[in-house]
């Protein structure tokens, strides 16, 4: 990741490596810095795939958790309608969109 600072240096991070972090006048040779911290830091490290059991979900439908939950919700019916109304407000700016530009070609 690179960004500008307040003093206009560009600092260079590498996202979950915070410690491998630089600062250069410009992005090049922020680049150029953090590849070589990068290089030097995996040079002495080894990367092993670890295997991690994760709870099973298995036969169960993650939307069923959210399933009746506005069932007594006073509004859900005007929310609808809402979604509904705007809905038809969106296809009609399009298809006048679409109307506008025909006519300029």
Same mark, same amino acid.
């Given at each position: 990741?690179?960004?500008?600072?307040?003093?206009?240096?560009i600092?260079a991070?590498? !996202?979950?490596l !915070?410690?491998?972090?630089?600062?250069a006048s410009d992005?090049?040779?922020?680049?150029?810095?953090l590849?070589?911290?990068l290089e030097?830091?995996?040079?002495?490290?080894?990367?092993?795939p670890?295997?991690i059991k994760?709870?099973s979900?298995?036969?169960?439908? !993650?939307?069923?958790?959210m399933?009746?939950?506005?069932? *007594?919700?006073?509004?859900?019916e005007?929310?609808l309608?809402?979604i509904? *109304?705007?809905?038809?407000?969106l296809?009609e700016?399009l298809?006048?969109?679409?109307?506008?530009?025909?006519?300029?070609?």
């Open positions: 990741m690179i960004k500008q600072s307040n003093d206009g240096k600092i991070t590498v !996202p979950g !915070p410690e491998l972090q630089v600062e992005k090049i040779t922020a680049l150029t810095l590849q070589q911290r030097a830091h995996l040079a002495e490290v080894e990367i092993v670890l295997p994760l709870p979900r298995e036969g169960q439908n !993650p939307w069923l958790e399933a009746g939950i506005f069932k *007594n919700d006073p509004q859900f005007q929310m309608a809402a509904e *109304n705007y809905r038809q407000e296809d700016n298809e006048k969109n679409m109307d506008n530009s025909s006519l300029q070609d």
